[in-house]
């Protein structure tokens, strides 16, 4: 069963209901506004004979009494059955039907002192509703009245009124009902059409095609999912080219010093038969080491960012003073700042309070960052590593700077420098290339640390990268 038939017998089933339960629940009004409407009537015609037998008593006109009796017998049949008047002396009877009928409610006629209502079937299996209320005059008692309605004629008026009511609402029922389905029909279309487009477009993706673009203009959550759609397809895109850019890094990063070992140790081979000098040979084993170093640190970044994305990632945090690991990074690269012909200048506010980190990987990010500066500087630049109280973040965060006046970043890479096998692309400055992974490893350490780090820069103007670590608090 497909989504636009579901949909449609969805709301028919929800439609169907709510037009059931709005016809009974008028079914229900009317019949019981219109009992209340008899009821009413029935009260107000034996308040009306009440009254008028009452006057002719007083009066004492019993001729009157009996033209009253038979005139509302009368003009309310069948609704009235019989009226009634009897006393001590005296009794006057009047009857809707013939005499024969009429003796079935003859037995009903007798003198009371109270007034009550009753709720009978008479002889007759006629529902009836009877008054009966005595009629006391300056203390004296003048007589009873009683009158009986068919409650069978009210039930037959109310069910009239109600077959007359139900044919119309069952028209209207049935028009909403007709209507309804139409609706939730066009309404299924216009969902399952963009739903169909984007189903359309995920398949063309999954074959390789990923220049497909959904174009639905609308400004419900369809036209969100489908902007939402678009921009994913972009991040496709750009994760594609960035796995074939990054599968062209890890080639090269692992081809080269593969070469480069391979190369050296067929070098060492013919050295012993050939009996090479010493220094040759030497020099082919540093090759080799540097070259093993060189993939032991690339394996180890991979690993490292695995170890990461499993949670596995050993943290050993205390308190620890960035003043005394920036001062023993910057040791270990002054030297090669200064072969390199450039400047590394150290801004460090003293007496600052220690963080919350773990040393060795703080080391590792300033390291890191510090080796980026120093590829992508040339002489007489200068890179400089300030430390103090954030700014941006207050009080409970300290604040590490690296900046350089080298070659800049753009505001687009600065943004995505931190991405997993980024790189930015090449330009004038002819930037070396890298396996991408390196500022992945320093973004997730210092998340790792609850800290925030970002890049700022300008197109040959420079870079910095700023990272934030939470104050060390002692606990009370």
């Known amino acids: 069963m497909n989504l636009r038939l579901k949909f449609t017998l969805s709301v028919s089933a929800l439609l169907l209901f709510v037009v059931f339960f709005v016809s009974y629940t008028i079914f229900s009004a009317q019949k019981d506004f219109l009992t209340e409407q008899f009821q009413e009537s029935r009260d107000t015609s034996f308040k009306l004979f009440f009254n008028m037998c009452e006057k002719a008593l007083k009066s004492e006109d019993e001729e009157q009494i009996t033209s009253v009796i038979n005139s509302i017998v009368t003009i309310h049949k069948p609704s009235i059955v019989y009226a009634s008047y009897a006393s001590g002396y005296r009794q006057v009877f009047a009857s809707r039907d013939d005499s024969d009928t009429a003796s079935a409610f003859a037995t009903r006629v007798r003198s009371s002192y109270v007034a009550k209502t009753d709720e009978y079937v008479s002889l007759t299996g006629e529902r009836i509703f009877e008054y009966s209320a005595p009629i006391i005059y300056r203390d004296k008692y003048l007589g009873t009245i009683i009158i009986g309605f068919s409650l069978d004629y009210m039930d037959s008026k109310v069910d009239a009124g109600i077959s007359a009511i139900s044919k119309k609402i069952k028209i209207a029922a049935f028009v909403a009902f007709i209507l309804g389905i139409l609706g939730a029909n066009f309404m299924a279309v216009q969902l399952i059409m963009p739903i169909r487009l984007l189903a359309k477009a995920a398949k063309q993706i999954g074959e390789g095609n990923m220049d497909v673009k959904v174009n639905i203009k609308r400004g419900d959550e369809i036209g969100v ?252």
Request: net charge neutral; with cysteine; glycine share 6%.
């Open 225 to 476: 999912l489908a902007q939402t759609f678009d921009e994913m397809v972009v991040k496709v895109k750009e994760t594609d080219r960035l796995k074939d850019s990054f599968v062209s890094s890890v080639s090269h990063e692992l081809r080269s010093p593969l070469a480069a070992i391979d190369g050296y140790c067929n070098l060492l081979i013919e050295g012993v038969n050939n009996n090479y000098p010493p220094e040759r040979q030497l020099r082919g084993l540093k090759i080799i080491k540097e070259a093993s170093l060189r993939l032991t640190n690339f394996i180890n970044n991979i690993l490292d960012l695995a170890k990461m994305k499993a949670g596995k990632y050993e943290m050993k945090a205390k308190e620890v003073s960035l003043e005394s690991v920036i001062n023993e990074i910057a040791g270990l690269f002054e030297s090669l700042a200064v072969s390199q012909d450039k400047i590394l200048n150290l801004n460090i506010t003293p007496n600052l309070p220690e963080v919350y980190a773990d040393a060795e990987k703080i080391k590792q990010v300033i390291t890191n960052i510090l080796s980026n500066s120093l590829k992508f500087t040339k002489e007489k630049d200068i890179i400089t590593i300030s430390c103090n109280m954030s700014k941006s973040y207050g009080n409970d965060f300290v604040e590490v700077n690296i900046s350089d006046t080298g070659v800049g970043l753009s505001k687009s890479d600065a943004e995505k420098v931190f991405e997993k096998f980024y790189q930015v692309k090449d330009n004038d400055y002819n930037r070396p290339k890298g396996t991408g992974l390196g500022l992945s490893i320093v973004y997730e350490i210092i998340r790792l640390h609850h800290g925030r780090i970002w890049a700022e820069g300008e197109l040959g103007k420079g870079t910095s990268f700023k990272f934030v670590l939470p104050v060390f608090k002692k606990s009370i």
